[in-house]
């Protein structure tokens, strides 16, 4: 399967236009029925609602996200467009930047997160991850959210990141912002960004070199201020970006793993007869969860992609989680199997733009399950699990679960 | 279309077939090849694609980026001078007869 994307200047075939909102609760309640509309009305569709292009199947995703010269980045990821409307707050380096200024903040933040200092925090990050599963086995019920997807990033991440003991509980409702601001105005998004001063003022504050602990992500950034690579301008915004970024993605991405393995116990099986698959196992619940469920991009000329002619200046919203899921592309895709060959799922995105926190993502996820499976038997879904409502993170607000020690 | 080798930790290879433009990565995760993981899918972004090319090879495939570079030294399994990112390896027909070997880890 091939999408193109080449410059036309001939009719526009019929793009079907569907009455959707990706974006409303009842929506968020359910995606995956629409996500079918979306995928099987075309390779394009044209959204009435919000006025924006859609791209559901796989291929057309990825070749959007491969694209980065006609889609970018840099009018914003979300439906506002940067060149029509003042964003919310100072644009991203990085995610809302395009070539050649985004080549060079994206070369920082790689050193920064390289599979070489991977294998340095990789001890500490297992070490908490045994100490959490100490204290769950102990508690025996409790929420899978709050008690774990949240608690085990709160307690390895901000400490990597090199931040103040003060001051942390802002960093997930900051993020909440982040990812509620890349919706449309709807309420979720004009009441997160009427809350977000104090948030904004606390991470501002935490971005200057001076509150930052040595040897930290945070620091590291900093230092390539002094190697010319970056300006002291521009190194808070990039610690910036991982503090919108690094925490309530991974919260996020540990939920719908242990949802998945709560929900499915013929994988818990598996992973636990043979915890080489705990790895995967996370990298499946990416896949099939998508904690990350869209992006935007907008067009910087008219392009043809897969027969429809998409004019300039157009935004274009891939729906990532519909992708990971497109039939044409992955055989029994709404299965969660823990052995599946996952490479070229789009749930960190793809192209220059994906994920730079992928490491990190999957390295708490492998130790996390590989923790969660050496002591414990049984995770038994005890109550209704409860669901939290953003414009682009999908995840679980509590999960209840009573635990059975191996 | 040409067609490449790839020798197993355990001593095990596999011939596979490229298709058109494909990397080494690509044409190993499209025959489900294991001991290439390839997390990233190709990003050059994860370093769990990494060979080390048959020494008769080496000098005829293209240099690598900085970035390949980089991450070679992140990779799962010792670096030698042969290692190299399989989704960096783009299988054109002059590399027809292409030997990789696979290293015992990718994570
Ligand atoms: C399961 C967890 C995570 C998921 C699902 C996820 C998902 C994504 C996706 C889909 C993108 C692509 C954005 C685009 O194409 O416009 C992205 C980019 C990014 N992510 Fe993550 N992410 C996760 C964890 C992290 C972590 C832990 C960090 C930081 C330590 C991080 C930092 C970033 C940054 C800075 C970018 C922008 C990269 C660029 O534009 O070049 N993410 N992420
Ligand atoms: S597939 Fe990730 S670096 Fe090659």
Known sequence: MSASASPVSTGSPGIPHLDVDPFAMNFFADPYPTHEVLREAGPVVYLDKWNVYGVARYAEVHAVLNDPATFCSSRGVGLSDFKKETPWRPPSLILEADPPAHTRTRAVLSKVLSPTVMKQVRDRFTAAAEERVDALIDKRSFDAVADLAEAYPLSIFPDALGLKPEGREHLIPYASVVFNAFGPPNQLRQEAIERSAPHQAYVAEQCQRENLAPGGFGACIHAHVDEGAITATEAPLLVRSLLSAGLDTTVNGIGAAIYCLARFPDQWQRLRDDLSLARGAFEEAVRFESPVQTFFRTTTREVELSGATIGEGEKVLMFLAAANRDPRRWDKPDSYDITRRTSGHVGFGSGIHMCVGQLVARLEGEVMLTALAKRIAKIEITGEPKRRFNNTLRGLDSLPVTITPA | ?107
Request: negative net charge.
């Open chain 2, 1 to 107: 279309m040409p067609a490449i080798t790839f020798i197993h930790s355990d001593g095990k290879s596999d011939r596979v077939e490229t298709g058109d433009g494909e990397s080494a990565m690509q044409a190993a995760t499209r025959h489900g090849l294991d001991g290439i993981l390839a997390e990233c899918g190709g990003n050059a972004m994860c370093a769990t694609c990494h060979v080390y090319v048959d020494e008769s090879w080496l000098a005829r495939l293209p240099a690598m980026a900085d970035d390949e570079d980089a991450l070679l030294d992140g990779a799962a399994a010792e670096r030698s001078p042969a290692s190299r990112l399989s989704c960096q390896i783009v299988i054109t027909p002059d590399l027809d007869g292409l030997v990789l070997r696979l290293p015992e880890r990718q994570v």
